[in-house]
Structures are given as structure tokens and as C-alpha cells.
């Protein structure tokens, strides 16, 4: 079965500018996460979503964050307007209706300068 | 948040040597799961042990968790050269929540 797809898998941009990142998850899964991984560190979740209502998003950023996943199928991440401290991967996981176990896209690198 | 921490932050071996690594957590917690991330492949799911179980294994991994001391290992035997990687371990609560870990930085010499 296909994995979750992300993009893109680099993005490079000045601080202030606005960015989107997307997220197709694995077929069939009605859970999706959004994680940021700053170097060094493990993935911190931003937002769970459970088909295309929110579970929690407690540690969004909302003044400058925001998700959505309107049919319950991919999503899309953006930014606006990006800081420097935003440099970081940005990981999307799926995983099953009851599952325990998250399978994740190759990530987004961001490089905010 | 983050509330894993593991040990050590860094592992440097020889390849066919044994690696262990070290992971503790603050709450209680449905289950512990071990993850692998490498520079090419991301994180990739290794081994899920659950709050009522001590010992589990999946082909040269060997996870051991203890409830009472909110802690777990990960072995990996016969270490070789693909083994490189990062791994952290993940903490899973209610809402099939993981809350990670910083990881730990493994090498495995030839």
C-alpha cells in the first residue's frame, strides 16, 4: 500500500513570507497528525485530526498556524507569516481508526531565513 | 510536549556488538513504542509493548518496559551497519496521543 505522501520535501523562505505544506495519509486512515521536529530534538505535535474534525490542537501556534482538513482526506499546514525559530521538519502520521501505531510521510525540511 | 527522555544521548559501537538504549516517561500510559529515524527513510515504527506486558521481541529487537519505574529499553543484538540511525522512544496515551522523547543517536562502526 502506498505511505503518506508530503509536500514538498524542501522549502526555503524569508521570515514573514507564508508557506503550505500538504499531506496525503495512508488510504483508509482516519487519523492525521502534524508534527514539528526541530534539530535534535523528538517530534512535538501541533494537530491531530480524526476524519476532518479537530482532536486536539493545544499546541498550535494559532496566531501564525493553521490546519485544516476539510474531507476528511489530505491537509494542509501553512504558516503565516513564518519566524526564523519555524526552521524545522514538519512530519505528517496516519494511522488507523483505533490504531496505535502512526506511519509517517518523509517530512518537510523548512529553512526560514 | 516532550516528557521522554532517553540514554544515552549518543551511542557510538562496533558493528556485531549489542546496543541498548534507554527510555523514561512521567505518566501512566497505555502503551511504549520505539521509533527509528534516518536521514533517508524518516520514522518508521518499530516495536509497540504494552502497560501490561515486560518483555517483547521482533527479530534482533528486544524491548522491555517496567511500569513501576516508568522506564523501557530497546536492545538491538548483532548491531550492523543499517542499524545508524536515530531512535526514540514514543509514550502513547488517551486520544492515541505519542508524546516523544529527544532520542538517541546511535553509530554503528564497521
Not at chain 2, 556488538?17 to 529515524?37: D, F, G, P, V
Not at chain 2, 521481541?57 to 543484538?77: A, E, F, N, P, Q
Given at each position: 500500500e502506498a505511505g503518506v505522501a508530503q509536500s514538498p520535501r524542501y522549502k526555503i523562505i524569508e521570515k514573514r513570507q507564508s508557506v503550505a505544506f500538504w499531506c496525503n495519509p495512508i488510504s483508509g486512515h482516519a487519523t492525521l497528525y502534524w508534527y514539528q521536529q526541530i534539530l535534535g530534538q523528538g517530534p512535538k505535535l501541533l494537530i491531530q485530526f480524526q476524519n476532518n474534525g479537530v482532536v486536539d490542537d493545544s499546541q498550535l501556534p494559532k496566531d501564525r498556524f493553521s490546519a485544516e482538513r476539510l474531507k476528511g482526506?489530505?491537509?494542509?499546514?501553512?504558516?503565516?507569516?513564518?519566524?526564523?525559530?519555524?526552521?524545522a521538519v514538519y512530519l505528517c502520521a496516519s494511522s488507523s481508526s483505533g490504531g496505535e501505531t502512526q506511519y509517517f510521510g518523509p517530512g518537510t525540511r523548512l529553512l526560514v531565513l | 510536549?516532550?516528557?521522554?527522555?532517553?540514554?544515552?544521548?549518543?551511542?557510538?559501537?562496533?558493528?556485531?556488538?549489542?546496543?541498548?538504549?534507554?527510555?523514561?516517561?512521567?505518566?501512566?500510559?497505555?502503551?511504549?513504542?520505539?521509533?527509528?529515524?534516518?536521514?533517508?527513510?524518516?520514522?518508521?515504527?518499530?516495536?509497540?509493548?504494552?502497560?501490561?506486558?515486560?518483555?517483547?521481541?521482533?527479530?534482533?529487537?528486544?524491548?522491555t518496559l517496567d511500569t513501576s519505574k516508568k522506564s523501557s529499553s530497546l536492545l538491538i543484538t548483532a548491531s550492523r551497519a543499517?542499524?545508524?540511525?536515530?531512535?526514540?522512544?514514543?509514550?502513547?496515551?488517551?486520544?492515541?496521543?505519542?508524546?516523544?522523547?529527544?532520542?538517541?543517536?546511535?553509530?554503528?562502526?564497521p
Amino acid at each position: 500500500e502506498a505511505g503518506v505522501a508530503q509536500s514538498p520535501r524542501y522549502k526555503i523562505i524569508e521570515k514573514r513570507q507564508s508557506v503550505a505544506f500538504w499531506c496525503n495519509p495512508i488510504s483508509g486512515h482516519a487519523t492525521l497528525y502534524w508534527y514539528q521536529q526541530i534539530l535534535g530534538q523528538g517530534p512535538k505535535l501541533l494537530i491531530q485530526f480524526q476524519n476532518n474534525g479537530v482532536v486536539d490542537d493545544s499546541q498550535l501556534p494559532k496566531d501564525r498556524f493553521s490546519a485544516e482538513r476539510l474531507k476528511g482526506v489530505d491537509s494542509t499546514l501553512k504558516i503565516q507569516p513564518a519566524k526564523l525559530e519555524d526552521s524545522a521538519v514538519y512530519l505528517c502520521a496516519s494511522s488507523s481508526s483505533g490504531g496505535e501505531t502512526q506511519y509517517f510521510g518523509p517530512g518537510t525540511r523548512l529553512l526560514v531565513l | 510536549s516532550q516528557q521522554g527522555e532517553e540514554d544515552p544521548q549518543a551511542l557510538s559501537i562496533q558493528e556485531g556488538e549489542n546496543a541498548t538504549m534507554n527510555c523514561s516517561y512521567k505518566t501512566s500510559i497505555n502503551n511504549l513504542q520505539w521509533y527509528r529515524q534516518n536521514s533517508g527513510r524518516g520514522l518508521v515504527h518499530l516495536i509497540l509493548i504494552r502497560s501490561n506486558e515486560r518483555e517483547k521481541h521482533s527479530g534482533r529487537l528486544r524491548v522491555t518496559l517496567d511500569t513501576s519505574k516508568k522506564s523501557s529499553s530497546l536492545l538491538i543484538t548483532a548491531s550492523r551497519a543499517a542499524d545508524t540511525a536515530s531512535y526514540f522512544c514514543a509514550s502513547g496515551e488517551g486520544n492515541y496521543q505519542l508524546i516523544w522523547g529527544a532520542g538517541t543517536k546511535l553509530i554503528i562502526k564497521p
